[in-house]
């Protein structure tokens, strides 16, 4: 009981010490950072590559990432009800401190559905890519999106790390799954999952579509607050 409540106890001063830098450009920009719709492009050229790369075969490995983001969400929700968790804008010990920007949500936070679903498509695609590149570019994505939870207010440290790792393992999972769906049915059709690397120009494109995502947002942030529109 003692290390719970030690842990519960360096949740929230964590959470408050990484709360507590913010300003109003930050704000906006972490704002759009964690909306799914910020990062269409990126997921638009994540599937294109798929399809690419493997062919026919994506007809099975896409909707394994699908249901990979799936169990991520519908597995936090479950979570979260069973237990009730309170996220740090709703907790009436520190709510009044929490530096919050958008909508405080649901009452409860425990796990964060936004860091499974990241790390689910960082492993699934990872694994299925096999570039260095690419994973490092994944990495500071999905790493830039569990920030964005604890600037916002909405999780704390544990519920971003909880997350990370079942987003983690379910990314693993769905890999698994490919390769196994892979090798028993349509192991006589090349490309091979298991050893199929996506190509130099595709990493490029990664790169290209993220970064550009990036530095739009910002860049629109920053020109709408110089004029003071925001």
Known sequence: MAIIEAIVQWDKEVLLALNAYHNTFWDFVMAAFTRKETWLPLYLIIAYLTIRRYKEKAIFILPLLIVGLVLCDQGSNIVKDL???LRPVHDPEIGAM???VMKKGGHFGFFSAH????????????MLFKRA????????????????????GVHYPTDVLVGIAFGSFVGWGMYRIAVVLDENFMRLRKPIVRTTRLK???????WVVGTTTI????????KFSHYNML
């Open 200 to 206: 130099n120009k595709g990493v490029f494109l990664v």
């Open 133 to 152: 590149w690419h994973v490092a570019f994944m990495t500071i994505w999905a790493l830039t999106v569990c920030y964005t939870r604890i600037y916002l």
């Open 83 to 85: 237990t009730e968790r």
């Open 115 to 126: 860091c499974a679903n990241a790390f689910a498509a960082l492993v699934f695609t990872g």
């Open 98 to 100: 929490v530096h919050n």
């Open 215 to 222: 530095a739009t947002v910002m860049l629109v942030i920053w």
